[in-house]
């Protein structure tokens, strides 16, 4: 049950924007995203709920496609702050979160 | 702000040893959990907890057990520790989640354990 992405792996310009998938093979009620720096524990981005709802911090947003049970992360004039591993996570339970194997970005100057 | 604390960062031990992992975290939060990280494997759940003596079975339970007796504190416990469980550990922990929906997790700066 774990969520599929894709890419598994994107270099970039500073500058260049990208899109991170996250794609589940259950129906979903939220999905949250992550990102996790070399070295430095995961931290929380947005939280995308059933409707379609589109969120953004700083110049990443998300949305949420309640038909194909997926959710794609946008990253906008992408900046070198940027880079690290980005993780989407969907429910296990009422409790705890399915993680999938993450999106390693790299923004060169 | 919360804060997740793990009680090492890196930590050795020798095949067949009992090895405790601590966390402590210091904003009243009912659930915990603990991870492992994997390259290319991504963060696979091992238990989770709901509540103080609470427990429940993540993905990869098999040669773990976990302990919670205090709120703020979720031990992971290798009951005899084997080279396959070589990795990286991470604890988390959330507020309840709202109907269906869970909670933002914090996490710990993880535990990178090594077994010789």
């Known amino acids: 049950q774990q969520p599929v992405q894709s890419p598994q792996a994107v270099i970039l310009r500073e500058g260049e924007d990208a899109v991170i998938n996250c794609s589940s093979s259950?129906?979903?009620?939220?999905v949250h995203w992550y990102r996790q720096k070399h070295g430095e524990a995961p931290v929380f981005l947005m939280i995308?709920?059933?409707?379609?709802e589109q969120k953004g911090h700083e110049k990443i947003s998300a949305s949420f496609n309640e038909k194909k049970q997926q959710s794609s992360l946008y990253l906008t004039a992408s900046q070198l702050s940027y880079s690290g591993t980005y993780f989407c996570?969907?429910?296990?339970?009422?409790?705890?979160?399915?993680f999938g194997k993450g999106t390693s970005l790299l923004v060169t100057p | 702000d919360v804060k997740v604390t793990q009680s090492s960062r890196y930590l050795v031990k020798r095949t067949g040893e009992k090895v405790f992992l601590e966390c402590v975290q210091d904003?009243?939060?009912?659930?915990m959990f603990w991870y492992r990280q994997d390259p290319g494997l991504g963060l696979r759940l091992i238990y989770f907890?709901?509540?103080?003596?609470?427990?429940e079975k993540g993905d990869i339970p098999e040669g773990y057990s976990v302990s919670r007796e205090k709120k703020e504190r979720f031990s992971l416990i290798l009951e005899s520790a084997s080279t396959n469980q070589t990795s990286m550990y991470l604890c988390?922990?959330?507020?309840?989640?709202?109907?269906?929906?869970?909670?933002?997790?914090?996490f710990g700066d993880g535990t990178r354990l090594s077994i010789l």
């Open positions: 988390a922990s959330s507020v309840p989640g709202q109907g269906a929906f869970n909670q933002p997790q914090h």
């Open positions: 259950k129906a979903l009620y939220s």
């Open positions: 995308l709920l059933k409707g379609g």
């Open positions: 996570g969907t429910e296990h339970s009422g409790y705890a979160l399915n």
């Open positions: 904003m009243d939060h009912e659930n």
């Open positions: 907890s709901y509540d103080v003596k609470m427990k």
